[in-house]
DNA sequence: GTAGTATGTCATGGT
DNA sequence: GGACCATGACATACT
């Protein structure tokens, strides 16, 4: 993911810098800042995998971002902090008719290059630009693939004032579109680009075919690719946007205020969402999901498209298509590819979390967009918990069970992998309580309790040993079930084991009291309670030693390092001092030689010596040593002696 | 079969 | 006093 995002990170500043050199403003900081502080601390908490913070004591003092990004807190992390953030970020932007010109430039490109001469024969003088509706039919007839709807709107686009003005032809392709619903993703593609030449009448630069016309590079052809594909998701959010209110996008409003002002007519859209290809380009509008895998037929172009969508929105693309034109012939697909390979996750969290807050979406709606994300660290709990938690909010602290998420959520590929499906359809009083198990870092809980998902039937002993001795399949779900899941359930109290450890000690007390349970399900409760937080200690616990385990090994190893390397200074040093010492011995013969006693005969430097002064001053003092040595061979004799005696 | 590892659980002490 | 946490020790399952 560090690697991932250092790819990001590149090609954002990549992105910034060009941009800025065409004069469009990025920034980066708080796209990245809003973003990515999460999985930031996601890579650099040191054993955040197994911390489990009472985040239902912090979760008033806290700011979002202080938030554990592991915690479930990060349901209401992302909803009420990042989020909005993020929305107010999105409402940078635009939906600009300048995007849309410059992205018609592009994608006009390989038509003229496949049906150009065809449509400057159906043309005549302007070939291309001249009518907007014509060109649409030309590629309705050329492009393959392409459906019965877009060569039906074909007509209504060229009989509309689409040639007139930009807003007048969105206008009559949402009208249009809302007479198709089964519309496919590269037909909303085909009906972006009918859409863009509608509005590339509106701009007068553009109407210079020579200029226009003929960038057929392969930088063009790869960017025309991209914005195509971009511009398809592009054209889906027009689509829902300008379905109930175009005049927002007309006047190039930010998504923010477009999506604010079409709250309550995003139920409406989404009731319309009753076909397949309709909901499809909802789950493109929401999800802005990075991989677009899951997605038949239009994966990697939603994916570039949707990684897109965030630049669109950290970036004012208020430059002119002149600018863009330059840009698109600078930048470089693989900056998109990267950015589309990494990491738009969150985003798709984001997305679905705020549309969760539109409140006339059907929750199956959202909880299918989450089905279809393939790995999200926030998704996997984002849509499952989402209803468990809407759940519990009636029980006056949801929060209170997200705790169950503060663990080891990197290990949620398990839970990533189980369909939440199996989990909707757990329609017992574990469906709830197992929704939160999905990013359950304990391996004994969570894996079973997705396992057990499809089968609402409670296992047993006997069924255990029957299945144990069968293959490993069922055998391996069984085994996987916690000892105290399979206690709780046969003594049929209606909480999880999650629940019941994460809950607050309060709300416990309160579920052991207002439940009637009796004494036996009580103390196991307690028990459950007891063993899973012990459970959670002892992986801290572990975790922790292993830690100090590896700093202690690291800190030998650097204490090794600098003791060789202050051996090595000291083997130096001594070698240093020898040889000054010898130079100062002979420097001290040589000036002795040159000085001279009153008997004017040179000074023995066996007599003599030179001591420097502290004031600087070299001084030439007799040799005392003699007399010391005698001093201390007499006082060794003497103690010889008294030792003798 | 054995050693090593991972994990759960219990007991105990401290906060 | 109870809840919680940390940690050593033990048991069990797995490789």
Redesign the pocket.
């Given at each position: 993911m560090q690697i991932a995002k250092k790819y990001f990170t590149e090609g954002l500043i990549q992105l910034t810098i060009l941009l800025s050199l065409i004069g469009v403003r990025v920034d980066i900081d708080s796209y990245l800042s809003g973003y990515y502080t999460p999985l930031i601390d996601i890579n650099l908490g040191p054993s955040s995998a197994y911390i489990?913070t009472?985040f239902h004591i912090l979760r008033d003092t806290l700011d979002g971002y202080g938030v554990h990004p592991k915690c479930p807190e990060l349901d209401h992390f992302f909803a009420s902090r990042r989020l909005l953030d993020e929305v107010r970020t999105l409402g940078s932007l635009r939906f600009p008719t300048q995007l849309n010109a410059w992205l018609v430039h592009q994608v006009s490109t390989p038509d003229n290059a496949d049906c150009g001469p065809s449509s400057s024969n159906t043309n005549g003088t302007n070939p291309g630009l001249e009518g907007p509706g014509n060109e649409a039919t030309d590629d309705c007839d050329h492009l393959p693939g392409s459906g019965q709807e877009v060569c039906q709107t074909t007509p209504e686009l060229g009989e509309g004032p689409c040639s007139t003005e930009a807003f007048g032809f969105l206008k009559e392709e949402n009208d249009v579109k809302e007479e198709d619903e089964p519309i496919a993703v590269t037909q909303l593609a085909h009906s972006s680009m009918l859409e863009q030449e509608g509005l590339l009448e509106g701009i007068p630069s553009l109407s210079d075919p020579g200029h226009y016309l003929p960038p057929t590079t392969d930088i063009d052809q790869h960017w025309s690719t991209l914005l195509s594909l971009s511009v398809t998701d592009l054209d889906d959010l027009d689509s829902l946007v300008t379905d109930t209110d175009i005049s927002a996008i007309s006047q190039d409003v930010s998504l923010h205020d477009a999506m604010v002002a079409n709250t309550g007519t995003f139920g409406v859209a989404l009731e319309r969402a009753g076909s397949g290809p309709v909901t499809q380009q909802q789950r493109t509008l929401l999800r802005l999901e990075s991989t677009g895998s899951s997605h038949s037929g239009a994966s990697p172009g939603m994916a570039l498209g949707l990684a897109a969508l965030p630049f669109a929105s950290v970036c004012n693309l208020t430059g002119n298509v002149s600018s863009q034109s330059t840009l698109g012939g600078c930048l470089d697909e693989a900056v998109f590819d990267q950015i589309n390979q990494l990491g738009l996750e969150s985003l798709d969290t984001i997305d679905t979390q705020l549309m969760g807050c539109f409140q006339n979406i059907d929750p199956q709606v959202l909880e299918d967009l989450d089905s279809d994300s393939g790995l999200s660290l926030e998704s996997s709990f984002g849509g499952p918990v989402s209803p468990g938690s809407s759940e519990m909010s009636s029980s006056s602290s949801s929060s209170s069970y997200c705790e169950d998420e503060c663990g080891a959520t990197g290990y949620s590929s398990e839970a990533d992998s189980i369909p939440s499906k199996g989990i909707m359809d757990y329609t017992t009083t574990w469906s709830s309580t197992d929704l939160s198990e999905s990013v359950w870092h304990?391996?004994?809980?969570s894996s079973p309790a997705f396992v057990n998902h499809s089968s609402v039937t409670l296992p047993h002993k006997g069924i255990q040993e029957d299945t144990f001795s069968d293959d490993s399949g069922p055998r391996l779900e069984e085994?996987e079930l916690?000892?105290?899941e399979i206690r709780a359930r046969a003594m049929c109290i209606p909480f999880s084991v999650l629940q019941i450890v994460n809950m607050?000690?309060e709300e416990?007390?309160d579920v052991l009291d207002s439940h009637g349970f009796s004494s036996a399900q009580v103390a196991l409760l307690?028990?459950i309670?007891?063993?899973?937080?012990?459970?959670?200690?002892?992986?801290?616990?572990?975790k922790?030693?292993l830690d100090a385990i590896t700093g202690l090994q690291e800190e030998v190893e650097r204490l090794q390092v600098q003791r060789d390397r202050l051996l090595r200074e000291k083997q130096l040093t001594a070698k240093t001092m020898g040889a000054v010492g010898q130079q100062i011995q002979q420097l001290t013969r040589d000036v002795l030689a040159l000085l001279r006693d009153d008997s004017g005969q040179p000074l023995n430097p066996e007599r003599f010596t030179l001591q420097c002064g502290a004031n600087g001053r070299v001084v030439v003092q007799p040799v005392r040593r003699p007399a010391v040595s005698a001093s201390n061979g007499n006082k060794t004799d003497k103690r010889k002696k008294e030792k003798k005696q």
């Open positions: 489990q009472p304990d391996h004994s809980y085994r916690s000892r105290d607050p000690v416990f007390l307690r028990d309670r007891r063993r899973g937080k012990n459970k959670l200690a002892a992986q801290n616990c572990r922790r030693k």
